[in-house]
């Protein structure tokens, strides 16, 4: 397997168990740092990139109000009352559309699509597709108005 693909296999991962760490710290309410200790010794995030992992759930949770705005811009529903995994893709969406610009938004989408798939509500994966692309046309205008499609 390429360099390439381990990476991106990595940060799919990374996602998907940061996405479980931060549905459960909305649960808990224990500390990022613990629920961070209880992952990184596990077998599930050997195949992660754990940087990246340990960056979105740091960020996610020391951001959550600045992301939970930005959030409520583009939803058509209160924060509160979104599914705690849905809530979860979605800090985990924003925080990649506004502080990791080195992700393609389209990559975004996907991942935040294929965890809903995988663990959200039977349609929940159609309003974290509006959702995020609708975040995507204004945080990401630039690089949408570069695309060719």
């Known amino acids: 397997m390429s360099s390439t693909r381990l990476m991106t296999r990595g940060r799919s991962v ?7 760490v ?5 649960l808990t309410r224990h500390s ?3 629920l961070l200790k209880q992952y990184l010794g ?10 990246y992992f340990s960056e979105l759930v740091n960020e996610c949770t020391s951001r959550k109000e600045e992301f939970d705005l930005a959030i409520a811009e583009h939803a058509d529903r209160p924060v509160e009352q979104l599914d705690l995994v849905e809530h979860a893709i979605l800090l985990i969406g924003f925080y990649e559309l506004t502080s990791r610009l080195d992700v393609p938004y389209k990559v975004v989408i996907n991942e935040a699509v ?4 995988r663990f959200g509500a039977t349609d929940g994966h159609r309003y ?3 959702v995020l692309d609708k975040a995507a046309r204004v945080k ?3 690089e949408q108005g570069a695309r060719v499609d």
């Open 22 to 26: 931060l549905y459960q710290w909305q």
């Open 128 to 130: 974290i597709n509006a």
């Open 114 to 117: 294929d965890l809903s798939k």
């Open 14 to 20: 990374a996602r998907k168990c940061a996405m479980q």
């Open 32 to 34: 990022a740092d613990e």
């Open 140 to 142: 990401r205008a630039a």
């Open 42 to 51: 596990s077998e599930e995030l050997a195949a992660a990139d754990a940087e």
